[in-house]
């Protein structure tokens, strides 16, 4: 088990650019989760996945925002024309099938947007 | 809406000093109530998953319980370790996770 890895573990980019956050889940977890975090907040969800299929989206979440998970294995989340707003902590998260799995997160990705 | 409130906010403690962190919550169908450690720069790291109400889980100085309407996680004999911030999770019928703002724990020497 080589837990949740993501990549990169820090990002900084113009406002106006385009950035893009990959997450490897646990090998073994169907459901895989993306939450943005603020300083001094708890995690915020944005998004998740049983296998391949997007299954809800944050109504927070802004047309800008996107993510993907082919095939059921890794996925991205892409953010079009960052704002100043958009920084925060990306993290990301998997879980079991089971209702109840805990979800096991990665170390997130710092975005700074400048 | 699901909503996790937890308190307090921060939590200055000396070593060996026992005290307890606070979350209530409202949930539509609980399917768990989860316990995460954070430390600075890194992400949430599982502690505890609490199902109905009467149970009780613990790992070296911590104790986690759950009521109907809330959760309490006790600390006993903190050590500096233990200093971080602690999170508390509701999972509800649609799989998502929703937390609290969570508890700032530093012990002191």
């Known amino acids: 088990d080589t837990g949740v890895s993501q990549n990169p573990r820090h990002k900084i980019t113009k406002r106006g650019q385009n950035v893009t956050f990959r997450c490897d889940p646990i090998?073994?977890?169907?459901?895989l989760y993306w939450y943005r975090q603020t300083l001094g907040q708890g995690p915020e969800f944005l998004t998740y996945?049983?296998?391949?299929?997007?299954?809800?989206k944050s109504r927070l979440l802004s047309d800008r925002f996107s993510a993907e998970r082919p095939k059921g294995s890794f996925s991205t989340l892409e953010i079009q024309r960052t704002e100043q707003g958009d920084s925060a902590m990306y993290l990301c998260a998997s879980s079991g099938q089971a209702g109840g799995s805990p979800l096991h997160f990665g170390n997130g990705t710092r975005l700074t947007v400048t | 809406e699901d909503q996790v409130t937890q308190s307090p906010e921060a939590l200055r403690l000396q070593e060996g000093e026992s005290s307890s962190l606070n979350c209530s919550y409202t949930?539509?169908?609980?399917?768990?109530l989860f316990w995460y450690r954070q430390d600075p720069g890194k992400g949430p790291e599982f502690l505890f998953t609490?199902?109905?109400a009467g149970e009780e889980k613990e790992k070296e100085r911590l104790k986690a319980t759950l009521t109907k309407k809330e959760s309490f996680l006790h600390i006993t004999a903190p050590k500096p370790e233990d200093s971080a911030t602690y999170l508390c999770a509701v999972q509800a019928r649609d799989y998502k996770l929703s937390f609290g703002a969570g508890t700032t724990v530093t012990v002191r020497a």
């Open positions: 996945f049983q296998n391949e299929a997007q299954l809800e």
């Open positions: 090998s073994e977890h169907n459901r």
């Open positions: 609490l199902y109905s």
């Open positions: 949930v539509s169908g609980l399917r768990g």
